[in-house]
């Protein structure tokens, strides 16, 4: 944990702006407080680290301003200034969660207000507050009103108790280690700062996939070790949430069913979730990945999932937790040979008719597409026709499918294309982001979540760049409509340098860097084409002939899952008649999703007047070059960033060069043999 890239977006490096500098050390050389929760504590820590880094001040604390220059922090109810200096329109303005920042001045004395409705509010102002100052902001820019647009944003670990993660790519568990939950709590703590400052408001620490010894998370074994974890994260605003076993009351609570019906198995639950509350009040809820690649669930007694979340759900009401329920459910035992069955379909054939039947302290979980986080997928059909059921997007920040932190992949452009992704589910307009934050259908709650990159490498996230992923996600969560742009100049100035040369060469970087690995991977959205199991790196055949339901259906001919109405499986008609009807049709089609919806010949012409072919060919020859493009850039910020980055990324980025050309020669070999239609360029395939 000795580097600086251990500190993230909290770098807090001095300002390099001269003017700005002696501009804020003025204004912010007292500082009052009216406030005195741990939320508010935690918050009054950072600004102290924050400005001592970034001005190299030790403003006075007080808990009122004795000169007319300094900043206020507070909360509406407890700071009669804060409360008199602002309108009545602003203060009803303010959501639970929100914060102002103003800054006003007269007779040249800057005087600067921090003010939230709760203390949650507050510290977010703090932590905005000093994003403000770290991407040089100038104090007249400073004044705002937020509110997050989504009320959950939640974070997702796939920590085993062991200290393994599965599909992670960044070291082991900062949580867990030996089946035992760590006492590095420091660390943790340090976890929920960069958690909070970029917006987070909820977390699950354990693996979806529960096995033996995580089943006993929630008894005598380990729950007040997990209370000390919830602990630092309630300082920081952030609601724990645990992953259950369905089959709990099997497992550990000596009854001889798991049946969500079941008078025994509701009143275990009920027993339990008192149980939870008494260690943790303010625990989040259950987290549940039932009847899913081998996971026990409601099915076993003939029950939907339904009866298994609400049944989740009534133990939890009392206290006000929450279950969130996981969509991800198909049939993982299919025959390649059968056509009819499409694993794209599951999701909505399995929780479509169940609309309007959970409990309103349920939530389903959705991926963004109906079969797994691929590089490039469409929506899933789920959201949009699901209409009277709370729902949280779940996204993959870990880049399982996506170069596992190996490669550079900036996810932030692909996330954005499924937030503003029409689903036509309220007429047009009705886009994900508008359905996920409840702005389209009122549901009680709602929002994002996503399965994240972090683990117990001194840099977090495996690859250095890969932080850039982990706070867009957070930023995204907050305000969807930020841009990719945005966030990531934001994430550059906090993490390297306000130096405006360096921060486009790093942004042209992460911005092109998911288009360069979809072109050397798998074309046009066929998806997988991977080595089975781990996900790393390229095999055609990998998944072909398995039983998971991920085929690309690849003849000498053509290529592609037909998955029209008129001639294939009819995942095309899950969607609106609006979408539907693009997808259906091979020309209306998008052609980034070609192979995802339909059969297309080699020969076919794309847009661009290249065959399909000869566009497969194309683009993985171009992408290797975009690669190379990546590593010459960032060569050119020798000496720009910390040299230990610096040769860290750079490690990285040859890495990824190499593999590019693997993952090129192997597809482009693949097709020549299939095909035997040379490159119409002559270049060298094998
Ligand atoms: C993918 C992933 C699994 C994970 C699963 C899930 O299939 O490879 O490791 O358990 O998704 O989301 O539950």
């Known amino acids: 944990t000795g580097t600086s890239m251990y500190k993230a977006w909290l770098k807090y490096y001095r300002l390099e702006n001269k003017e700005l500098l002696t501009l804020y050390k003025q204004l912010l050389r007292e500082v009052a407080v009216a406030e005195d929760s741990v939320i508010t504590a935690n918050a009054v820590n950072e600004l102290k680290t924050g400005l001592y880094g970034l001005l190299g001040i030790k403003p006075v604390f007080s808990s009122e301003l004795t000169g007319e220059a300094g900043l206020v922090i507070g909360t509406i109810e407890g700071s009669k200034e804060i409360s008199g200096l602002l309108s009545a329109d602003e203060k009803d303005s303010l959501g639970e969660e929100g914060f102002i920042i103003r800054f006003k001045t007269e007779n040249n004395a800057g005087r600067l207000l921090v003010a939230g409705k709760t203390n949650k509010g507050l510290m977010y102002g703090v932590f905005n507050?000093?994003?403000?100052?770290?991407?040089?902001?100038?104090?007249?820019?400073?004044?705002?009103?937020?509110?997050?647009?989504?009320?959950?944003?939640?974070?997702?670990?796939?920590?085993?108790?062991?200290?393994?993660?599965?599909?992670?790519?960044?070291?082991?568990?900062?949580?867990?280690?030996?089946?035992?939950?760590?006492?590095?709590?420091?660390?943790?703590?340090?976890?929920?700062?960069?958690?909070?400052?970029?917006?987070?408001?909820?977390?699950?620490?354990?693996?979806?996939?529960?096995?033996?010894?995580?089943?006993?998370?929630?008894?005598?074994?380990?729950?007040?070790?997990?209370?000390?974890?919830?602990?630092?994260?309630?300082?920081?605003?952030?609601?724990?949430?645990?992953?259950?076993?369905?089959?709990?009351?099997?497992?550990?609570?000596?009854?001889?069913?798991?049946?969500?019906?079941?008078?025994?198995?509701?009143?275990?639950?009920?027993?339990?979730?008192?149980?939870?509350?008494?260690?943790?009040?303010?625990?989040?809820?259950?987290?549940?990945?039932?009847?899913?690649?081998?996971?026990?669930?409601?099915?076993?007694?003939?029950?939907?999932?339904?009866?298994?979340?609400?049944?989740?759900?009534?133990?939890?009401?009392?206290?006000?937790?929450?279950?969130?329920?996981?969509?991800?459910?198909?049939?993982?035992?299919?025959?390649?040979?059968?056509?009819?069955?499409?694993?794209?379909?599951?999701?909505?054939?399995?929780?479509?008719?169940?609309?309007?039947?959970?409990?309103?302290?349920?939530?389903?979980?959705?991926?963004?597409?109906?079969?797994?986080?691929?590089?490039?997928?469409?929506?899933?059909?789920?959201?949009?026709?699901?209409?009277?059921?709370?729902?949280?997007?779940?996204?993959?920040?870990?880049?399982?499918?996506?170069?596992?932190?190996?490669?550079?992949c900036y996810l932030v452009p692909m996330w954005k294309e499924i937030l503003d992704f029409d689903t036509y589910g309220n007429g047009k307009g009705t886009t994900v982001k508008k359905i996920i934050s409840r702005d389209t259908f009122k549901n009680n709650y709602g929002g994002f979540a996503a399965v994240t990159n972090i683990g117990d490498d001194a840099n977090w996230t495996g690859h250095q760049m890969a932080q850039a992923n982990t706070y867009g996600y957070a930023r995204l969560a907050w305000n969807p409509d930020l841009s990719s742009e945005e966030i990531a100049e934001e994430w550059i100035r906090r993490t390297y340098t306000n130096d405006s040369k360096v921060v486009d060469i790093i942004k042209g970087m992460l911005l092109g860097s998911w288009k360069a690995y979809e072109n050397y991977t798998s074309p046009l959205g066929i998806g997988w084409m991977v080595n089975p199991n781990h996900h790393y790196g390229p095999n055609v055949d990998g998944y072909e002939y398995d039983k998971w339901g991920t085929y690309h259906r690849a003849d000498h001919k053509g290529i592609g899952v037909d998955r029209t109405v008129k001639s294939g499986t009819g995942y095309a008609g899950q969607y609106h008649k609006e979408v539907a009807e693009v997808y259906e049709s091979l020309e209306k089609c998008p052609e980034e999703l070609l192979l995802f919806f339909h059969y297309v010949p080699y020969a076919y012409r794309l847009k661009s007047g290249e065959t399909l072919l000869q566009y497969i060919y194309n683009t993985h020859f171009r992408g290797v070059e975009q690669v190379e493009e990546l590593k010459q850039n960032w060569l050119g910020l020798k000496g720009k960033v910390e040299e230990d980055v610096f040769l860290h990324v750079l490690e990285r980025l040859e890495g990824q060069l190499s593999h590019s050309k693997e993952w090129r020669d192997i597809i482009n070999t693949y097709f020549l043999r299939k095909t035997g239609i040379p490159d119409e360029l002559g270049r060298k395939i094998y």
């Open 129 to 408: 507050l000093l994003r403000l100052i770290q991407t040089e902001t100038a104090p007249q820019a400073l004044s705002r009103i937020e509110n997050p647009v989504n009320q959950l944003r939640t974070i997702n670990h796939w920590d085993n108790i062991d200290g393994s993660v599965e599909r992670g790519y960044a070291g082991r568990s900062i949580f867990f280690k030996n089946n035992k939950i760590t006492g590095n709590l420091s660390r943790i703590n340090d976890y929920a700062r960069m958690l909070a400052a970029a917006g987070i408001n909820t977390i699950a620490i354990n693996n979806v996939n529960v096995h033996e010894f995580e089943t006993l998370l929630i008894t005598d074994k380990y729950i007040k070790d997990v209370a000390k974890l919830n602990e630092i994260f309630r300082g920081y605003g952030i609601k724990l949430f645990l992953s259950i076993n369905f089959a709990s009351t099997l497992e550990i609570g000596n009854l001889e069913t798991a049946d969500p019906l079941d008078g025994n198995v509701r009143q275990w639950w009920k027993d339990k979730a008192d149980y939870i509350y008494s260690h943790i009040p303010d625990f989040g809820g259950f987290l549940v990945k039932a009847d899913s690649e081998g996971r026990p669930g409601p099915f076993t007694y003939g029950r939907t999932h339904a009866d298994g979340a609400n049944m989740l759900a009534e133990a939890l009401k009392p206290h006000g937790g929450l279950v969130i329920w996981r969509c991800f459910v198909y049939n993982c035992q299919q025959d390649w040979r059968d056509r009819t069955i499409d694993r794209a379909r599951a999701a909505y054939d399995h929780f479509m008719p169940l609309d309007g039947k959970f409990q309103d302290n349920v939530l389903l979980q959705i991926k963004n597409g109906p079969m797994d986080f691929q590089v490039r997928e469409p929506v899933s059909p789920l959201i949009g026709s699901l209409k009277k059921t709370n729902q949280l997007l779940e996204l993959q920040i870990t880049q399982e499918y996506t170069g596992q932190q190996r490669h550079l």
